[in-house]
């Protein structure tokens, strides 16, 4: 991965590359494309919000504490994750509690 400052660098010279290396190609990539075409400072807040959410949620994921509700408006699963994978999160039931193991 990365390191955290060459990541904010590569953003602030270009957002839609920040926002690829952190969550792949898919829908953030895509809104973050229009948005900086609309204007570059809002492709800027996006993603460093991408972003920002990918290293929240793998920090906390090597605490061991695992976010169960989505972050708003990131729709790659790499990001919600923090990069670390599907089996990181905890599956959630109906009504977004997350599971509870039985003994």
């Known amino acids: 991965m990365i390191p955290g400052i060459v990541l904010v660098i590569i953003t602030i010279i270009f957002p839609p590359l920040g926002v690829y290396l952190v969550s792949d190609c898919g829908a953030d ?6 948005l900086t075409c609309l204007g570059f400072l809002p ?3 996006h993603a460093f919000y991408v972003e920002y959410v990918f290293y929240n949620r793998r920090e906390k994921a090597r605490q061991g504490r695992h976010e169960s509700a989505r972050a708003p408006g990131v729709y790659s699963n790499k990001a919600q994750t923090g990069g670390m994978g599907y089996g990181t999160m905890a599956p959630e ?3 977004g509690m997350t599971e509870q193991p039985q003994e």
């Open 43 to 45: 492709g800027h807040i």
């Open 93 to 95: 039931q109906e009504g």
């Open 29 to 34: 990539l895509l809104i973050n494309v229009v």
